[in-house]
T-cell receptor, first 114, second 112 residues
Framework: GAVVSQHPSRVICKSGTSVKIECRSL??????MFWYRQFPKQSLMLMAT?????????EQGVEKDKFLINHASLTLSTLTVTSAHPEDSSFYIC??????????FGSGTRLTVV | KQEVTQIPAALSVPEGENLVLNCSFT??????LQWFRQDPGKGLTSLLL?????REQTSGRLNASLDKSSGRSTLYIAASQPGDSATYLC???????????FGPGTRLSVLP
């Protein structure tokens, strides 16, 4: 079946540094990928929609200059959290449409900023 | 704007009980609805996907129903086991290829 590989699964970084999270579709082409985040005890919320070859579409309240999304190929989308702060600590997860009505999710990345 | 709610927020039951988790959505014009399981600190496991034209899906001890007109879905878990303990998320998409809107989840504890 369609698989999305997400790395890293866990990352701890110092405040002020940047962290890159990768989502790669292994056996299908993902024209569109979605990035979600989940704060503790809250639901998953869409951050942005990543479209191959074009700029991402960000949800209201998500800073596009802080959360850089690159979708340069049909199999790879990256989310870079720039100048991370403790309040950015969260669970980040990507998903992609498999093109047949289904969706596949990555395994998620737990980011802790200290 | 689509909103998804789930009741109850938390549920604790003894092993062996049958239980029902509820999901409601405000915009009935959905493309599909999906139930997920999330274990603490882990990613999502897809349980059941119901297309808008379907009324239910079954997988093992799980049965999910969909009533689009009333904006409701239920997840029925038969003969619950301690291994079923997790947070169950309901999510909908409004169009093909669009993002999911997630509910807040129901945190289930099945006691041995």
């Amino acid at each position: 079946g369609a698989v999305v590989s997400q790395h890293p699964s866990r990352v701890i970084c110092k405040s002020g540094t940047s962290v890159k999270i990768e989502c790669r579709s292994l056996d299908f082409q993902a024209t569109t990928m979605f990035w979600y985040r989940q704060f503790p005890k809250q639901s998953l919320m869409l951050m942005a929609t990543s479209n191959e070859g074009s700029k991402a579409t960000y949800e209201q309240g998500v800073e596009k200059d802080k959360f850089l999304i690159n979708h340069a190929s049909l199999t790879l989308s990256t989310l870079t959290v720039t100048s991370a702060h403790p309040e950015d600590s969260s669970f980040y997860i990507c998903s992609a449409s498999t093109g047949v009505g289904g969706y596949t999710f990555g395994s998620g990345t737990r980011l802790t900023v200290v | 704007k689509q909103e998804v709610t789930q009741i109850p927020a938390a549920l604790s039951v003894p092993e062996g009980e049958n239980l029902v988790l509820n999901c409601s959505f405000t915009d009935s014009a959905i493309y599909n609805l999906q139930w997920f399981r999330q274990d603490p600190g882990k990613g999502l496991t897809s349980l059941l996907l119901i297309q808008s034209s379907q009324r239910e899906q079954t997988s093992g001890r799980l049965n999910a129903s969909l009533d689009k007109s009333s904006g409701r879905s239920t997840l029925y878990i038969a003969a619950s086991q301690p291994g079923d303990s997790a947070t169950y998320l309901c999510a909908v998409t409004n169009n093909y290829g669009q993002n999911f809107v997630f509910g807040p989840g129901t945190r289930l504890s099945v006691l041995p």
